[in-house]
């Protein structure tokens, strides 16, 4: 044990994952303010502007967010496609969870904002797929011209699984991008980080969630996940070529990069 946490195993794991999203789904997007001081946002505002130049933005890109959830980089990537190129045909996303609860929060989000309209024959901008990163059975070689996904991936069991999927639905040129915590190399933020990660955070989620063991696990799996060297070697081992990250907030979260040639 570290930090007096106990080492969950997979199965353990599976299952905190599972409730804490179907527990918080609804309240997930007040608890990722709450949490990260808002900063969240302008980080996946971040992360959406960097991949737009390149994911064809304004030739009908079609996308994929995986571990999507309740839609967060889906609207960003229609939003600011839309606005950097308003004319031409439509950026597709579709948005991918293994959790039923998050996607219909997105769902009910899309529809609110009016990116999507439920049981209609209209092709749609944005879809909603229920799946796991791990196997994506339902989606075939090469249909994807980028793939992102965002402080998902440390929740998945089998990250190389995930990777590897992720290059095989990729057309050849397409882009892999991450977002996720990451490790902080200035020892004076990285000790006023861990203060705050490893004591509000669960403070936090018994405050709001009242579950304290599965807040202290979403911190847990932060520490564990891999570096940011570590982690563009495993992007590298599923395929990826020109693979590189950039930190965001002294590497409180980084984005990964990669190509699939
Ligand atoms: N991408 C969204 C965002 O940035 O707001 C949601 C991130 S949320 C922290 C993590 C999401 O990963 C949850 O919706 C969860 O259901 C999903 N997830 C966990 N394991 C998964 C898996 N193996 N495959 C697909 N999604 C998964």
């Known amino acids: 044990t570290h930090f007096g946490f106990r080492d969950v195993d997979v199965a353990e794991k599976e299952q905190l994952v599972g409730r804490v999203f179907h527990s918080v789904a609804e309240q997930y997007d007040v ?54 190129s308003p004319a031409d045909p439509p950026v597709q996303v579709t948005v991918c969870d293994i959790n039923s609860s998050m996607l219909h929060v997105g769902e009910e989000r899309a529809r609110d904002l009016g990116l999507y309209t439920p049981g209609s024959d209209a092709p749609q901008q944005l879809r909603f797929v229920e799946g796991n990163a791990e196997t994506l ?47 902080v190399a200035n020892p004076v933020l990285k000790n006023i980080y861990e203060q705050y990660s490893f004591h509000a955070i669960p403070a936090i989620g018994q405050f709001i969630a009242n ?40 590497g409180i979260v980084a984005i990964h990069s990669g190509f699939k040639l």
Request: charged content about 25%; aromatic content about 10%; hydrophobic content about 40%.
């Open 137 to 183: 059975p339902q989606f075939e070689d090469n249909s994807f011209d980028a793939y992102t996904i965002a402080f998902g991936i440390r929740n998945v069991t089998h990250i190389d699984r995930a990777l590897r999927e992720a290059h095989r639905i990729l057309k050849p040129g397409g882009r892999f991008m991450c977002l996720e915590f990451s490790h």
């Open 211 to 250: 579950d304290r063991d599965a807040y202290q696990y979403l911190v847990e799996s932060i520490r564990k996940f891999p570096d940011q060297r570590t982690f563009e070697r495993m992007i590298r081992e599923a395929g990826f070529s020109a693979v590189s990250h950039q930190n965001l907030t002294g």
């Open 31 to 84: 608890m990722n303010d709450l949490m990260s001081g808002t900063l969240h946002r302008v980080w996946k505002d971040q992360f959406v502007s960097q991949l737009l130049p390149l994911c064809g933005a304004g030739y009908g890109a079609k996308t994929i967010d995986v571990a999507g959830g309740t839609g967060d980089i889906a609207f960003r990537i229609v939003r600011e496609s839309k606005a950097a």
